[in-house]
């Protein structure tokens, strides 16, 4: 069924060539990132074999609210149908401290992400402001991770905490104590994203771009539950559920008058013409 319905789209985009516009910009957005573990109480584990269960000293991981930007490209097949399409810089973090009991944990760890959303988009209403609904996937790509650790074992050793960075590769960390072997890592994970936002045509040609979105993460930071750190297993089985808010521009581009020989102030001054005209 699914495919049925990528298919009708494809066609329906390719039978309007003709009158095909493309709209490129930039956006940048914050985003609100909760945490969803695959065990719903386990999230560390004591490398001895005991489990340290989730209770009031081990609270769920809080929500983090971080930063996102990229590049975005809109074909406009139709004053209806689009496809729109990004390339982004993502960072999440994730911070959990117990300081007290009888075995304490303050971890924080950053996460970059490249992420490219591939989205369906059906726009309602006409004139220079008009609205717009998304869905489609997102496909995330783990690029750095770092953190600060510190647990029972650093107390005990009368260590303080230490900077980390994690890396992919057993080979990469040898010798070198700052790095840590992210065991069994997941670095491409897949997310369902929907929602909606706002286009408003601007009077000099371009188009603002005001987005609120929801991505479902479905895939998992790493595949073992007891990834090694610093004698302490933590949990990696877990995806990010993330809500955004993001604002952009995009100017125009269409390949069939720059073909005619129109610059690209002239595309501005055209898709600008062209909105007057409709709203009339």
């Excluded at 970059?112 to 995330?140: E, V």
């Amino acid at each position: 069924m699914v495919l049925r319905i990528c298919w009708f789209m494809c066609l329906l985009l390719m039978s309007n060539m003709a009158m095909a516009q493309f709209w490129f910009g930039a956006r940048v957005g914050f985003h609100r990132n909760d945490y969803r573990y695959q065990d719903n109480e386990t999230r560390f584990v004591e490398l001895n074999g005991g489990d340290l269960f989730q209770n009031e000293l081990y609270a769920p991981v809080r929500a983090d609210y971080n930063f996102e930007f990229g590049g975005t490209a809109t074909y406009t097949a139709t004053d209806i149908y689009s496809v729109h399409v990004e390339l982004n810089f993502e960072r999440y973090k994730k911070s959990v401290s117990s300081l007290e009991g009888a075995f304490q944990i303050d971890n924080s760890f950053t996460y970059n992400y490249l992420s490219l959303p591939l989205l369906m988009r059906i726009s309602f209403g006409r004139g220079p402001i008009h609205y717009y609904g998304n869905l489609g996937p997102k496909i995330s790509y783990l690029t750095v991770a770092t953190g600060t650790v510190f647990n029972q074992n650093f107390v005990e050793n009368r260590l303080g905490p230490r900077d980390v960075r994690f890396v992919f590769d057993a080979n990469d960390a040898l010798n070198d104590a700052s790095k840590v072997v992210l065991e069994e890592p997941n670095r491409i994970q897949y997310s369902l994203n929907f929602g909606g936002g706002v286009l408003v045509d601007l009077s000099t040609g371009g188009r603002l771009m005001i987005d609120l979105r929801y991505s479902w993460g479905h895939s998992n930071l790493g595949l073992n539950r007891d990834s090694q750190l610093f004698g302490l297993g933590e949990n990696v089985e877990v995806s990010n559920q993330s809500i955004s808010f993001s604002v952009g521009y995009a100017i125009p581009y269409n390949p069939a008058e720059l073909l005619k020989g129109s610059s690209t102030n002239e595309l501005l001054n055209s898709s600008r013409k062209k909105r007057k005209r409709k709203n009339r």
